[in-house]
């Protein structure tokens, strides 16, 4: 029907009709575009730095370029391994983590080393330190196995929550003696228990390193220059985390679909009903601006945009948009008195902004996921 009525229509008023489709969708696919390439991009960073952490060879962007420590020395190898039991919390709002894990330690060398009462955790700190088992053999081959409960912090990147993925790491150092005394080796039998769970996300790899680490400080030592270096060989141990499913981005967005479904309803009321016509997405677009307030109580305090600003942000402006073209339709239904341009306005806008929200809220959390 609506067909037929364009149809009917004099040329110039098909343009007219054209000419505002056609800025609605280039508008639409422009502002998909841009969002979809933000988050596509954020998403190929993140592997690109996920896999230079854990690379015994690369450099992570934007961290120093660690000293390199002399092949050969009088120092003593010190073979380290982890093996995550539980993770106890997981909070993105509050730039945390917190798990309880066994740690193992074992050298050929002087039974005083100690390597397991000197180890600290980096970007975290210890709430408890179990000494397990220690045992000191023939040919002086030692080992130490603990179990110990630390807090990490973690800045996650929040740009593709809720469906993002991250890398949790736990990174171990010798809390006084550096790679010209002690050097860390990777135990290839670090693991995670299969009873390890991070709620509403599923795990999908782990994998340990370790790296040199350069501190840019003499710590006030007075035997050292001011200027002096200290590098540390620093073990690092992975955990890959990715959203299980959409369900979560469904549950966040579900308000704001039901405002948008009652914003594109109103092309379906007389555009001389003034008052229904303006109080269907005025009243969606304050359930719009309530259900961003929800989606953002998940995320910690910034000034940077995101997935959930991005859907939100289509949301609303979807919701301007039956506004506006609401006006439209009603100027020339009263003013003009054209009754069959503003019902064909209507009608095909509806089906002009219901593609526009289906599509952005397909390809862009697509973009995002992967």
């Known amino acids: 029907m609506v067909f037929q009525m364009l149809g009917s229509l004099e040329p110039k008023k098909k343009f007219y009709i054209f000419s505002v489709v056609l800025f609605v969708v280039l508008g639409y696919a422009l502002a998909i575009y841009l969002s979809a390439n933000i988050l596509y991009d954020n998403r190929y960073d993140a592997q690109q730095h996920h896999a230079a952490r854990m690379s015994p060879t690369l450099i992570e962007s934007g961290k120093t370029k660690p000293e390199p420590l002399p092949e050969k020395g009088d120092f003593i190898?010190?073979?380290?391994?982890?093996?995550?039991?539980?993770?106890?919390?997981?909070?993105?709002?509050?730039?945390?983590?917190?798990?309880?894990?066994?740690?193992?330690?074992?050298?050929?060398?002087?039974?005083?080393?100690?390597?397991?009462?000197?180890?600290?955790?980096?970007?975290?700190?210890?709430?408890?330190?179990?000494?397990?088992?220690?045992?000191?053999?023939?040919?002086?081959?030692h080992y130490q196995k603990y179990k110990v409960s630390a807090k990490f912090i973690k800045y996650f990147d929040t740009m593709r929550v809720p469906i993002e993925g991250h890398m949790l790491n736990i990174y171990i150092e010798d809390g006084s003696r550096d790679g010209t005394k002690l050097r860390y080796v990777m135990d290839p039998s670090s693991n995670v228990s299969s009873r390890t769970r991070v709620p509403g996300y599923k795990i999908v790899g782990n994998s340990?390193?370790?790296?040199?680490?350069?501190?840019?400080?003499?710590?006030?030592?007075?035997?050292?220059?001011?200027?002096?270096?200290?590098?540390?060989?620093?073990?690092?141990?992975?955990?890959?985390?990715?959203?299980?499913?959409?369900?979560?981005?469904?549950?966040?967005?579900?308000?704001?679909?039901a405002a948008l479904i009652l914003a594109l309803s109103n092309f379906f009321v007389k555009p001389s009903d003034v008052g229904p016509r303006f109080s269907l997405p005025t009243a969606a677009f304050f359930g719009a601006?309530?259900?961003?307030?929800?989606?953002?109580?998940?995320?910690?305090?910034?000034?940077?945009?995101?997935?959930?600003?991005?859907?939100?942000?289509?949301?609303?402006?979807?919701?301007?948009?039956?506004?506006?073209?609401?006006?439209?339709?009603?100027?020339?239904?009263?003013?003009?008195?054209d009754t069959a341009l503003a019902l064909v306005l209507d009608r095909i806008m509806f089906y002009v902004l219901s593609v526009g929200c289906v599509a952005a809220n397909i390809i862009i959390p697509l973009s995002a996921h992967g």
């Open 289 to 337: 601006v309530a259900n961003s307030y929800v989606a953002n109580s998940i995320l910690p305090p910034s000034g940077s945009f995101g997935l959930v600003d991005f859907i939100a942000a289509f949301g609303m402006g979807t919701i301007f948009l039956t506004i506006a073209l609401s006006l439209l339709s009603n100027y020339w239904f009263v003013k003009k008195n």
């Open 77 to 141: 190898p010190v073979k380290i391994g982890t093996y995550i039991d539980n993770i106890e919390n997981f909070s993105i709002r509050d730039s945390s983590w917190s798990a309880n894990f066994f740690l193992w330690f074992s050298w050929t060398g002087p039974k005083n080393l100690d390597p397991g009462g000197k180890f600290i955790v980096v970007d975290g700190t210890i709430t408890k330190k179990d000494l397990l088992e220690e045992y000191h053999g023939d040919q002086d081959v």
């Open 208 to 257: 340990a390193v370790v790296k040199n680490h350069t501190y840019k400080s003499a710590y006030g030592d007075p035997r050292l220059p001011a200027d002096a270096k200290t590098t540390f060989t620093q073990y690092i141990f992975g955990l890959e985390i990715q959203r299980s499913n959409f369900g979560v981005f469904i549950k966040i967005f579900t308000s704001l679909y």
